[in-house]
């Protein structure tokens, strides 16, 4: 019988390094073929065609998990739940692999978040819509000056990013581009070692 395993992960998930690291681990004892229904940053296809394991895309996860002996979902706060019913209720052995994903969140809509990051934090974005441009043009100057260490939060970058990793950042922004976007991608892309 051939093992099938179903893997799935957010969107929001960006560090390929983890995911090679803790799915090549999963894999490493046997022979398997990969069943998906997503792979929105193309982590599946990838791993799969550098270690020439078999994979195969469905339409919906429904249909991904239908063959499957194993699963393996990447999730944060719980983003799986009806696929993980399904799959206990299929009785399929799964492992859950716990990520802390950093997220944008709107503060004005009450959107529940741990960090503020709007103006006058040394999170927020110096540049103003209208000012000095349109919203892609001021979240453009942002990443540049994020990626080059001229804003507040350089002075003591590792220590103020340690402290937000898996935060719900809060900006008035959303569900608009936003300069958190900007942060949460740097911050989902580590890989944290765990």
């Known amino acids: 019988m051939t093992n099938k395993v179903f893997v799935m992960y957010p969107a929001e998930f960006l560090s390929f390094v983890k995911f090679e690291r803790k ?33 195969q895309g469905f339409e919906t996860w429904q249909d991904a998990i239908r063959d499957c002996t194993h699963a393996v979902l990447f999730e944060d706060r719980d983003d799986y ?41 040394i999170w927020g974005n110096p540049y103003q819509i209208g000012a000095d441009g349109d919203r892609d043009e001021v979240i453009r100057k942002f990443k540049y000056d994020f990626d080059n260490g001229l804003l507040k939060v350089s002075a003591d970058f590792e220590k103020h990013v340690t402290a937000i990793k898996g935060h719900r950042l809060a900006c008035h922004c959303k569900p608009a581009a936003c300069h958190g976007d900007i942060i949460a991608a740097y911050l989902n892309s580590l890989d944290d070692g765990k």
């Not at 090549?24 to 073929?33: E, T």
């Not at 019913?85 to 492992?95: F, K, L, T, V």
């Open 23 to 55: 799915f090549g681990r999963i894999l490493q004892s046997k022979k398997f073929v990969v069943h998906c229904a997503e792979d929105p940053n193309g982590f599946i296809g990838r791993f799969c065609t550098e270690k020439s394991i078999e994979f």
């Open 81 to 121: 739940f009806l696929v993980k019913q399904a799959i206990w209720d299929m009785g399929i052995p799964y492992r859950a692999i716990e990520l802390e994903l950093t997220r944008v969140v709107n503060r004005d809509r009450g959107d529940a978040y741990d960090t503020y990051i709007g103006r006058g934090t």
